[in-house]
């Protein structure tokens, strides 16, 4: 069913210097299979259009993926133009995207 | 066993959580964290205008009020609230007269070595605070040590861990980094925050077992709640790879088991290995001045209207230096006057401080004559100066990590 990601993903983001850090993640192992398989680079970048060199890492413990934008905040908080110069509510963005969520897991 | 808790994540947290952690339960320990990239230059522009500052004024005025309660209690506290100046701010708790024991953890700062910057603060491990906290110290401030090391180094202490404790260090330093932000891991800015009362979160506590494994947990009566929801979305904070490396230990966070407990949620298994050979700084310098306003679109024809006051600011001013961002949120025939708006943004960055302050002039001299229905949401102001962030890394023995114990005595760590 295409629904936000929110549905079943929670999400934090911040900020470290002038990259963003986005941690997505989900309350099951059959969701996680789901996700680590959905949200790739490309498929982040789709949905974050703003998003330019992104880097994942996969927590399966956690049952999370983090994700650092690279230089997303150009050069720190401090002197961002950026609209949300501190990346808090890129993950809220990122749960409000529309995605194809498989049924069974929802 | 030692129970570690936190009442700050920031500088600006809630004043009366110190009282709150002191009053709602059992302590052995109270940490604080105050210091981010970003309040390291707001501290750095504080000492600009007086040397005797650069530390959070308002971890002075909870010590005021809390000190001597948590002498009472046996409840030693450790904040990094010395920020750029740790020895002022003990001296500021000196003249409150309570008769604490202080201890300070000091040489972070680097400025000698970076003298083109305006702050410039090695990220410290946990030692100099366990060296205070065996000396019996009753209060431990501290300039730029990493956030984990408030929860690190007291529970190094009282566990009596080596320098090579990897593994227990790495717990320690997890569990650090689900307190160090506070209401953060309690269900604040919670992704599934419809599902709790989250109305006022309590702060958390960590009780750290010897082999640095912990139960997270927080006061009875408080709001909020930890579950494994609520510290996955902490833990997630600020991270990027998963082996994240710290100046005592790299933590593995792709070991970290969650298991949920009567009291909040049990940490356990987290796997450590050696620290690199560098320790990170935070450098910032002031960039220049910057300023901007945003210009209300309302209606009919958007994007002329923003074409037209863009060209006008920028002829009038020069576009070295603007940015331009239109937020479209204008709905058409909408049936309020804000939702049928758009918003464009302007911002100057500038090396020049008159160019940033002639932004606001150029900006409001268009007010009778640009697009139909001009107005902004707020006046541009006279400019204010931003700071640049950048980290860089040192080896180990150019920093002196040094811990003054409440008996006056340095000791390098």
Known sequence: MRLPLGTIAGARSGDKGGDANLGVWVRTDEAYAWLSKELTVARLKELLPEAGEVVRYELPNLRALNFVLRGLLGDGVASSTRFDPQAKALGEWLRSRHVEIPEALL | M??????????????????????????????????????????????????????????????????????????????????????????????????????????DDLRADFPESLTANAYLGAWGIAECVKAGADVVVTG??????????????????????????????????????????????????????????????AEIEADGSAVVTKHDGTGGAVTVDTVTAQLLYEIGDPAYLGPDVTSHFDTIALEPHARGVRI??????????????????????RNGTTFVLTGLDVDAKADLVRRQLETALGPDGLTWTLARTHQPDADTEET??????????????????????????????????????????????????????????????????????????
């Open chain 2, 2 to 107: 030692i129970r570690i808790g936190n009442a700050s994540g920031f500088y600006g947290d809630r004043l009366g959580a110190v009282r709150e952690m002191l009053e709602g339960g059992e302590l052995d320990v109270l940490t604080g964290d105050y210091l981010a990239e970003l309040t390291m230059l707001i501290l750095g522009r504080d000492r600009m205008r007086d040397a005797s500052l650069g530390y959070a004024r308002t971890f002075l005025r909870q010590m005021e009020d809390c000190l001597g309660l948590a002498v009472e209690r046996g409840v030693t506290i450790v904040a990094n609230a010395g920020g750029l100046n740790p020895l002022g701010l003990a001296e500021a708790i000196e003249k409150l007269g309570l008769g604490a024991k202080i201890g300070v953890v000091s040489g």
């Open chain 2, 144 to 205: 730029r040590v990493t956030d984990a090391s408030l929860v690190v180094g007291p529970a190094a202490a009282h566990h009596g861990w080596a320098r090579d404790d990897w593994d227990a260090l790495a717990g320690a330093t997890v569990v650090g980094h689900v307190l160090e932000c506070g209401t953060q891991a309690t269900g604040g800015n919670y992704s599934f925050f419809t599902s709790l009362d989250v109305d006022r979160p309590g702060f958390p506590i």
């Open chain 2, 268 to 289: 356990s298994g987290v796997r450590g290995s050696p620290p690199p050979e560098t320790l990170k700084v935070c450098l910032n310098s002031l960039g220049g001045f």
């Open chain 2, 340 to 413: 049928a708006s758009a918003l464009l943004h302007a911002t100057i960055k500038t090396p020049d401080a008159k160019r940033a302050k002639a932004f606001s002039r150029t900006a409001i001299e268009l007010a009778l004559g640009s697009y139909p229905g001009f107005h902004v949401t707020a006046p541009p102001s006279d400019g204010t100066p931003f700071g640049v962030y950048r980290a860089a890394y040192v080896p180990r023995d150019r920093v002196q990590h040094q811990a003054t114990l409440p008996d006056g005595k340095v000791i390098t760590v």
